[in-house]
Protein backbone atom coordinates (compact mmCIF):
# COMPACT_ATOMS: atom_id res chain seq x y z
CA UNK A 1 0.00 0.00 0.00
CA UNK A 2 1.02 3.34 -0.71
CA UNK A 3 2.59 5.49 2.45
CA UNK A 4 0.67 8.86 3.04
CA UNK A 5 1.16 12.29 5.20
CA UNK A 6 -2.07 13.21 6.57
CA UNK A 7 -2.47 16.89 7.44
CA UNK A 8 -5.01 18.58 9.10
CA UNK A 9 -4.91 22.17 8.83
CA UNK A 10 -5.77 25.48 7.32
CA UNK A 11 -5.37 27.11 4.23
CA UNK A 12 -4.49 31.15 4.42
CA UNK A 13 -4.29 33.52 1.35
CA UNK A 14 -1.57 35.35 1.83
CA UNK A 15 -1.51 39.17 1.02
CA UNK A 16 1.88 40.11 1.36
CA UNK A 17 3.35 43.22 1.49
CA UNK A 18 7.52 44.75 0.98
CA UNK A 19 8.71 47.34 2.78
CA UNK A 20 12.00 48.33 3.91
CA UNK A 21 11.40 47.46 7.47
CA UNK A 22 7.91 46.67 10.19
CA UNK A 23 6.35 49.36 10.80
CA UNK A 24 6.33 51.29 14.36
CA UNK A 25 2.67 51.07 16.06
CA UNK A 26 1.01 53.86 14.53
CA UNK A 27 3.27 54.67 11.79
CA UNK A 28 2.60 54.23 7.86
CA UNK A 29 5.00 53.03 5.48
CA UNK A 30 5.70 53.33 1.86
CA UNK A 31 6.11 49.77 0.41
CA UNK A 32 7.87 48.35 -2.68
CA UNK A 33 5.54 45.91 -3.67
CA UNK A 34 2.33 43.75 -2.95
CA UNK A 35 1.51 40.18 -4.03
CA UNK A 36 -1.18 37.82 -3.30
CA UNK A 37 -0.26 34.10 -2.86
CA UNK A 38 -1.77 30.83 -1.70
CA UNK A 39 -0.33 29.86 1.87
CA UNK A 40 -1.53 28.51 5.32
CA UNK A 41 0.27 26.30 7.70
CA UNK A 42 -1.17 23.41 6.96
CA UNK A 43 -1.18 23.96 3.20
CA UNK A 44 2.16 24.93 2.95
CA UNK A 45 3.44 22.14 4.92
CA UNK A 46 1.22 20.27 3.19
CA UNK A 47 2.60 21.39 -0.53
CA UNK A 48 6.12 20.66 0.53
CA UNK A 49 5.49 17.29 1.30
CA UNK A 50 3.77 16.48 -2.13
CA UNK A 51 6.63 18.46 -4.10
CA UNK A 52 9.26 16.48 -2.32
CA UNK A 53 6.81 13.51 -3.90
CA UNK A 54 4.75 12.43 -0.86
CA UNK A 55 1.24 11.08 -1.43
CA UNK A 56 -0.57 13.50 0.95
CA UNK A 57 -4.57 14.14 1.88
CA UNK A 58 -5.34 17.13 3.52
CA UNK A 59 -7.91 18.09 5.94
CA UNK A 60 -8.78 21.53 5.71
CA UNK A 61 -11.86 23.93 5.73
CA UNK A 62 -11.90 26.94 2.50
CA UNK A 63 -14.38 29.75 2.01
CA UNK A 64 -17.35 30.03 0.13
CA UNK A 65 -15.33 32.68 -2.20
CA UNK A 66 -14.38 32.85 -5.59
CA UNK A 67 -10.37 32.29 -3.61
CA UNK A 68 -11.84 28.92 -1.99
CA UNK A 69 -12.59 27.46 -5.26
CA UNK A 70 -9.28 28.75 -6.94
CA UNK A 71 -7.73 27.20 -3.95
CA UNK A 72 -8.97 24.23 -4.09
CA UNK A 73 -7.72 23.75 -8.28
CA UNK A 74 -3.88 24.84 -6.90
CA UNK A 75 -4.27 21.72 -4.46
CA UNK A 76 -5.78 19.35 -7.20
CA UNK A 77 -2.29 21.00 -9.19
CA UNK A 78 0.06 20.08 -6.54
CA UNK A 79 -1.44 16.73 -6.28
CA UNK A 80 -2.77 16.57 -2.75
CA UNK A 81 -5.61 14.57 -1.94
CA UNK A 82 -8.74 16.68 -1.50
CA UNK A 83 -11.38 14.49 -0.79
CA UNK A 84 -11.91 16.21 2.86
CA UNK A 85 -10.76 19.92 1.92
CA UNK A 86 -14.50 21.14 2.86
CA UNK A 87 -15.86 24.45 1.54
CA UNK A 88 -17.88 26.14 4.36
CA UNK A 89 -20.95 28.00 3.47
CA UNK A 90 -21.12 31.67 4.47
CA UNK A 91 -17.33 32.15 5.58
CA UNK A 92 -14.83 33.74 3.40
CA UNK A 93 -11.32 32.04 3.50
CA UNK A 94 -8.56 32.69 5.96
CA UNK A 95 -6.32 35.73 5.50
CA UNK A 96 -2.61 36.45 5.95
CA UNK A 97 -1.44 39.97 6.35
CA UNK A 98 1.93 39.79 5.71
CA UNK A 99 4.73 42.50 6.21
CA UNK A 100 8.05 41.37 4.54
CA UNK A 101 11.42 43.67 5.20
CA UNK A 102 14.56 44.20 3.44
CA UNK A 103 16.49 41.53 5.44
CA UNK A 104 13.89 38.89 5.28
CA UNK A 105 12.02 39.98 8.42
CA UNK A 106 8.49 38.85 8.30
CA UNK A 107 5.12 40.35 10.67
CA UNK A 108 2.20 38.33 10.53
CA UNK A 109 -1.44 39.11 11.29
CA UNK A 110 -3.81 36.38 10.54
CA UNK A 111 -7.50 35.70 10.36
CA UNK A 112 -8.78 33.19 10.54
CA UNK A 113 -11.70 32.60 8.32
CA UNK A 114 -13.62 29.58 7.42
CA UNK A 115 -10.14 27.88 9.18
CA UNK A 116 -12.51 28.53 12.33
CA UNK A 117 -14.89 26.21 11.03
CA UNK A 118 -13.01 23.04 10.93
CA UNK A 119 -15.04 20.57 12.97
CA UNK A 120 -14.58 17.46 14.80
CA UNK A 121 -17.12 15.92 12.51
CA UNK A 122 -14.76 17.19 9.21
CA UNK A 123 -12.15 15.24 11.32
CA UNK A 124 -14.08 11.97 11.86
CA UNK A 125 -15.68 12.01 8.50
CA UNK A 126 -12.13 11.62 7.55
CA UNK A 127 -11.30 8.87 10.01
CA UNK A 128 -9.92 6.09 8.10
CA UNK A 129 -7.61 7.89 5.73
CA UNK A 130 -6.45 9.73 9.22
CA UNK A 131 -5.80 6.16 10.36
CA UNK A 132 -4.17 4.77 7.61
CA UNK A 133 -1.48 7.36 7.27
CA UNK A 134 2.11 6.89 7.67
CA UNK A 135 2.34 10.27 9.91
CA UNK A 136 -0.14 13.06 10.88
CA UNK A 137 0.93 16.59 10.67
CA UNK A 138 -1.50 19.36 11.97
CA UNK A 139 -0.80 23.11 13.22
CA UNK A 140 -2.61 25.34 15.70
CA UNK A 141 -3.94 27.67 12.64
CA UNK A 142 -7.38 26.04 12.93
CA UNK A 143 -9.57 25.28 16.34
CA UNK A 144 -8.16 23.28 18.63
CA UNK A 145 -10.74 20.66 18.66
CA UNK A 146 -10.70 18.89 15.41
CA UNK A 147 -6.64 18.90 16.16
CA UNK A 148 -7.19 16.77 19.50
CA UNK A 149 -9.28 14.62 17.49
CA UNK A 150 -7.11 14.10 14.93
CA UNK A 151 -4.64 13.50 17.53
CA UNK A 152 -6.89 11.10 18.89
CA UNK A 153 -8.21 9.13 16.22
CA UNK A 154 -4.43 8.56 15.22
CA UNK A 155 -3.40 7.20 18.54
CA UNK A 156 -1.47 4.11 17.95
CA UNK A 157 -1.76 4.10 14.26
CA UNK A 158 2.03 5.88 13.22
CA UNK A 159 3.62 9.24 13.79
CA UNK A 160 2.05 12.56 15.20
CA UNK A 161 3.63 15.74 14.62
CA UNK A 162 2.61 18.50 16.23
CA UNK A 163 3.43 22.17 14.77
CA UNK A 164 2.42 24.42 17.63
CA UNK A 165 2.02 27.50 15.57
CA UNK A 166 0.76 29.95 15.55
CA UNK A 167 1.83 30.08 19.15
CA UNK A 168 -1.41 29.35 21.56
CA UNK A 169 -0.99 29.21 25.68
CA UNK A 170 -3.28 27.15 27.70
CA UNK A 171 -3.23 24.25 25.01
CA UNK A 172 -5.35 21.53 26.15
CA UNK A 173 -2.43 19.01 27.30
CA UNK A 174 -3.67 16.07 25.92
CA UNK A 175 -2.56 17.38 22.12
CA UNK A 176 1.16 17.46 23.69
CA UNK A 177 1.23 13.95 24.82
CA UNK A 178 -0.65 12.62 22.01
CA UNK A 179 1.92 14.42 19.73
CA UNK A 180 5.03 11.97 18.83
CA UNK A 181 6.95 15.12 18.14
CA UNK A 182 6.27 18.65 18.91
CA UNK A 183 8.23 21.14 16.76
CA UNK A 184 7.86 25.26 17.40
CA UNK A 185 10.44 27.93 16.41
CA UNK A 186 12.22 29.92 19.43
CA UNK A 187 9.46 32.86 19.40
CA UNK A 188 6.52 30.35 19.56
CA UNK A 189 8.27 28.24 22.27
CA UNK A 190 8.93 31.45 24.10
CA UNK A 191 4.93 31.88 24.11
CA UNK A 192 4.23 27.94 25.15
CA UNK A 193 6.93 27.75 28.12
CA UNK A 194 6.93 31.49 29.59
CA UNK A 195 10.76 31.46 29.24
CA UNK A 196 12.67 35.14 27.47
CA UNK A 197 15.24 35.23 25.34
CA UNK A 198 15.36 31.33 24.14
CA UNK A 199 18.86 30.76 22.52
CA UNK A 200 20.84 27.58 21.65
CA UNK A 201 22.55 27.49 24.70
CA UNK A 202 19.21 28.09 26.82
CA UNK A 203 16.79 25.96 24.90
CA UNK A 204 17.38 23.03 27.36
CA UNK A 205 15.06 24.89 29.62
CA UNK A 206 12.48 25.42 27.35
CA UNK A 207 12.54 21.68 26.09
CA UNK A 208 11.90 20.44 29.53
CA UNK A 209 9.73 22.64 30.15
CA UNK A 210 7.75 21.32 27.13
CA UNK A 211 8.66 17.64 28.17
CA UNK A 212 6.98 18.72 31.69
CA UNK A 213 3.66 20.00 29.93
CA UNK A 214 3.45 16.47 28.52
CA UNK A 215 5.86 16.02 25.44
CA UNK A 216 7.38 13.35 23.93
CA UNK A 217 10.39 14.44 21.59
CA UNK A 218 10.84 17.87 20.67
CA UNK A 219 11.84 20.30 17.93
CA UNK A 220 12.92 24.12 18.36
CA UNK A 221 13.81 25.92 14.86
CA UNK A 222 16.41 28.68 15.06
CA UNK A 223 16.55 29.78 11.32
CA UNK A 224 19.81 30.31 9.89
CA UNK A 225 21.18 28.30 13.22
CA UNK A 226 18.90 24.97 12.46
CA UNK A 227 17.20 23.27 14.99
CA UNK A 228 17.72 21.12 18.68
CA UNK A 229 15.64 18.18 19.46
CA UNK A 230 15.14 16.00 22.31
CA UNK A 231 13.55 12.89 23.00
CA UNK A 232 11.98 11.31 25.78
CA UNK A 233 15.14 8.83 25.99
CA UNK A 234 17.90 11.55 25.40
CA UNK A 235 16.98 14.17 27.38
CA UNK A 236 20.03 16.68 26.54
CA UNK A 237 19.41 18.80 23.36
CA UNK A 238 21.21 17.99 20.72
CA UNK A 239 21.75 20.84 17.80
CA UNK A 240 21.70 20.22 13.99
CA UNK A 241 22.95 23.51 12.61
CA UNK A 242 22.65 24.17 9.17
CA UNK A 243 24.28 26.52 6.21
CA UNK A 244 23.62 29.72 7.14
CA UNK A 245 21.87 31.15 3.88
CA UNK A 246 21.02 35.33 3.26
CA UNK A 247 17.78 35.28 3.46
CA UNK A 248 15.01 36.49 0.92
CA UNK A 249 12.09 35.76 2.39
CA UNK A 250 11.89 33.79 5.66
CA UNK A 251 8.08 33.25 4.95
CA UNK A 252 7.26 29.75 5.15
CA UNK A 253 10.90 27.95 6.26
CA UNK A 254 9.07 26.73 9.16
CA UNK A 255 6.46 25.04 7.07
CA UNK A 256 9.19 23.70 4.71
CA UNK A 257 10.66 22.64 7.52
CA UNK A 258 7.86 20.38 8.89
CA UNK A 259 6.40 19.77 5.28
CA UNK A 260 10.25 17.97 4.74
CA UNK A 261 10.21 16.35 8.24
CA UNK A 262 7.13 14.66 7.31
CA UNK A 263 8.68 13.66 3.96
CA UNK A 264 11.36 12.23 5.68
CA UNK A 265 9.75 10.01 8.39
CA UNK A 266 7.55 8.93 5.81
CA UNK A 267 9.97 7.79 2.84
CA UNK A 268 12.87 7.36 4.70
CA UNK A 269 11.98 5.65 8.26
CA UNK A 270 15.43 3.99 8.02
CA UNK A 271 16.98 7.75 9.17
CA UNK A 272 18.30 8.82 12.51
CA UNK A 273 15.83 11.83 13.92
CA UNK A 274 18.72 13.85 13.82
CA UNK A 275 19.61 13.19 10.18
CA UNK A 276 15.82 13.69 9.20
CA UNK A 277 16.35 16.74 10.65
CA UNK A 278 19.68 17.82 8.79
CA UNK A 279 18.08 17.12 5.87
CA UNK A 280 14.82 19.06 6.25
CA UNK A 281 16.77 22.10 7.46
CA UNK A 282 18.47 21.83 3.74
CA UNK A 283 14.90 21.64 2.07
CA UNK A 284 13.70 24.57 4.62
CA UNK A 285 17.26 26.75 3.33
CA UNK A 286 16.03 26.22 -0.03
CA UNK A 287 12.87 28.17 0.99
CA UNK A 288 14.16 31.21 2.32
CA UNK A 289 16.30 31.78 -1.16
CA UNK A 290 12.79 32.96 -2.95
CA UNK A 291 10.21 35.23 -2.41
CA UNK A 292 6.51 34.31 -1.49
CA UNK A 293 5.53 31.48 0.89
CA UNK A 294 4.60 28.55 -1.67
CA UNK A 295 6.19 29.88 -4.52
CA UNK A 296 9.40 29.20 -2.15
CA UNK A 297 9.07 25.84 -1.34
CA UNK A 298 10.96 23.85 -3.66
CA UNK A 299 10.78 20.84 -5.85
CA UNK A 300 12.35 17.50 -5.79
CA UNK A 301 13.76 17.91 -8.93
CA UNK A 302 15.56 21.19 -8.48
CA UNK A 303 17.09 19.19 -5.23
CA UNK A 304 20.33 17.46 -4.83
CA UNK A 305 20.21 13.84 -5.78
CA UNK A 306 21.94 12.97 -2.20
CA UNK A 307 18.51 14.51 -0.01
CA UNK A 308 17.06 11.60 -1.16
P1 LIG B 1 9.71 30.01 11.19
O1 LIG B 1 9.59 30.11 9.71
O2 LIG B 1 8.61 29.24 11.83
O3 LIG B 1 9.98 31.33 11.87
P2 LIG B 1 12.54 29.42 11.55
O4 LIG B 1 12.85 30.85 11.26
O5 LIG B 1 13.08 28.85 12.82
O6 LIG B 1 11.00 29.09 11.49
O7 LIG B 1 13.12 28.57 10.33
C1 LIG B 1 12.80 27.21 10.15
C2 LIG B 1 13.98 26.52 9.52
O8 LIG B 1 14.28 27.16 8.27
C3 LIG B 1 15.26 26.57 10.32
O9 LIG B 1 15.31 25.53 11.26
C4 LIG B 1 16.30 26.40 9.22
O10 LIG B 1 16.40 25.05 8.87
C5 LIG B 1 15.67 27.13 8.03
N1 LIG B 1 16.15 28.52 7.90
C6 LIG B 1 15.50 29.66 8.27
N2 LIG B 1 16.24 30.76 7.98
C7 LIG B 1 17.38 30.33 7.39
C8 LIG B 1 18.55 30.95 6.83
N3 LIG B 1 18.72 32.29 6.82
N4 LIG B 1 19.54 30.16 6.31
C9 LIG B 1 19.40 28.82 6.30
N5 LIG B 1 18.34 28.17 6.80
C10 LIG B 1 17.34 28.89 7.34
Redesign the pocket.
Known amino acids: MTKTIAVVGSCMIDSIVYSSRLPKPGETLLGSKYEQGFGGKGANQCVTAARLGASTIFITSLGSDKIGQSYLEKLKQENIDISYAKIQNNSHTGVAQIIVTET?ENSIVIVQGSNALLSVKDVIDARQKIQSASVLLCQFETSLEPILEALTIYQGHGTSIVNG?PAVSNVDPNIFKLSDIFCV????AEIMTGIQCITISNAQKAIDKLFSLGCNTVII????E??VHATQNNKKLVHTS??????VD????????LGALAYYITYHSNLSLEECIRR??RI??Q??LKAGTQTSLPYRKDLPIELF
Open positions: GANETETFGAGATEILKATTGAGDAFSNAASV
